[in-house]
C-alpha cells in the first residue's frame, strides 16, 4: 500500500536539506545568501507542506 503524499514530503526535506547545506557552507566561505538558497527553502517547504496536506486529506 502506497502512503500518499509521502513522495513530495521527501523530496521537500532533500531540497530543504540541501538548502540548509549550501546556506552553511555559503557563509563559512563569506557568501551572501541569493535567489537560489531562497528558492530551495520556498520549494522544499512547499512541498513539504503539499504533502502533509496529501496525507491528511486522503
Given at each position: 500500500m502506497r502512503r500518499r503524499g509521502a513522495g513530495k514530503k521527501f523530496f521537500?526535506?532533500?531540497l530543504l536539506g540541501l538548502g540548509f547545506l549550501n546556506a552553511l557552507?555559503?557563509?563559512k566561505?563569506?557568501?551572501?545568501p541569493?535567489?537560489?538558497?531562497?528558492?530551495?527553502?520556498?520549494?522544499?517547504?512547499?512541498l513539504v507542506v503539499a504533502g502533509v496536506w496529501e496525507a491528511r486529506r486522503g
Open positions: 521537500g526535506s532533500v557552507l555559503g557563509l566561505a563569506g557568501l551572501e541569493g535567489i537560489f538558497l531562497l528558492s530551495l527553502f520556498l520549494c522544499g517547504g512547499a
